[in-house]
């Protein structure tokens, strides 16, 4: 590699030498005079005078001839685009660049006799003779280099796509890990989110539970009738104020049974049963009626008894009683009459003595006793 550098590196330095040589050739010699001198025909290097306008190859020396398999005579019959294997308008084009610019350096594609295509650099430098312009021109084949160089920028390509593989599958496996851990922290955030939420539900539904607990055992206790509540055996779980005083003044009432306190008939549901109560203080009577409580398999889990005291609405119906024999038995004329002053029954008696049915006078004002209508 240090070997082709220093080549070309020497190689440079005669084009240099030959080129300015060139620059000082008179405008008054031709280009015969200028190319027929031994230096540009023996020399190693391959080398062209190329008329820039046209293409035509104007000189070749022995080397020239040597590297692409044409004659001399051949070669100075071509031009440059019949060996470049750019068109005509790029190989234009860069003759242009190197005229224009001063540009003398071109890496080209050059086809030899043979069919071969061979990688040149081209060094160029414009010159004048009798106000005509040509590119003086020393190529060099670079294939081995560019081989070599190809080789090498095989080898960094396939360098470069391992560590390129590698950063990759290195970047993927970070990304599956950040993934994994993004994921990890959702499922643990959803997880305390839905946690919190069941526990908020369920502090809720506990306060709803006690308020409803706390409703239910007011309206419970709010109730004036006795009301007992009973597993299957008539064995007391619970029961309302008006119970415990009535029944044990205060005393709990749970795990006794209900019968103990009553001559009511065991086990009759959806009747209403009119039976003495042994109250703590005082035996009472009571209109008991027991309803069944039923769970989903239709099994008896336990009873409700509503029991109401009507021992005030027997002793009325008593002094009703009375009442209305003494109505119905006295020989004293009696009616009764509403606020309004009408009347609303009267007894036998007052028939007797007025001669007024009853149906006569209902509706009517005591003032029809004044009337004279009456039988004396």
Known sequence: MGGLIVKTFIKAVIVCCVITFVDQVSAKQSLDSAINIPLFNEHSAVMLVVEPQT???????????????????????????????FTEQQVAQERQAALSKGQ????????????????????????????????????????????????????????????????????????????????????????????????????????????????LKAIFNSIDDLLVY?????????????????????????????????????????????????????????????????DEKNSKIGEIHLIRDISLKLKARQQQRLASTVFSATNEGILVSNRDNEIQTVNAAFTQITGYQEQDVLGQTPAILNSGRHKP
């Open 55 to 85: 293409g035509e190859i104007k000189f070749a020396n022995k080397a020239a001839a040597a590297f692409y398999g044409y004659s001399i005579a051949q070669l100075q019959t071509m031009r440059i685009q019949q060996i470049n294997i």
């Open 230 to 294: 009973t597993d299957a055996e008539h064995i007391v779980i619970t029961a309302n104020t008006t119970a415990v005083q009535k029944l044990t003044a205060g005393e709990p009432l749970e795990d006794k049974n209900i019968y103990s306190f009553t001559e009511c008939p065991k086990g009759v549901a959806g009747v209403d049963s009119e039976c003495q109560f042994h109250g703590a203080k005082e035996v009472f009577w009571g209109e008991a009626r027991v309803t069944a409580v039923i």
């Open 104 to 215: 003398n350096y071109f890496v080209f594609q050059h086809r030899l006799a043979s069919g071969e295509t061979r990688t040149v650099s081209v060094y160029s430098a414009p010159f004048t003779i009798e106000n005509k312009d040509f590119l003086f021109s020393v190529i060099h084949d670079i294939s081995s280099q560019r081989n070599l160089e190809k080789a090498l920028w095989h080898y960094q390509e396939n360098l470069e796509e391992l560590v390129a593989s590698q950063t990759n599958e290195i970047e993927q496996k970070r990304t599956d890990q950040l993934l994994l851990a993004l994921i990890s922290i959702s499922v643990l955030v959803i997880l305390l989110a839905t946690l919190t939420l069941l526990a908020l539900r369920l502090r809720r539904a506990k306060k709803s539970a006690q308020k409803d607990s706390a409703t």
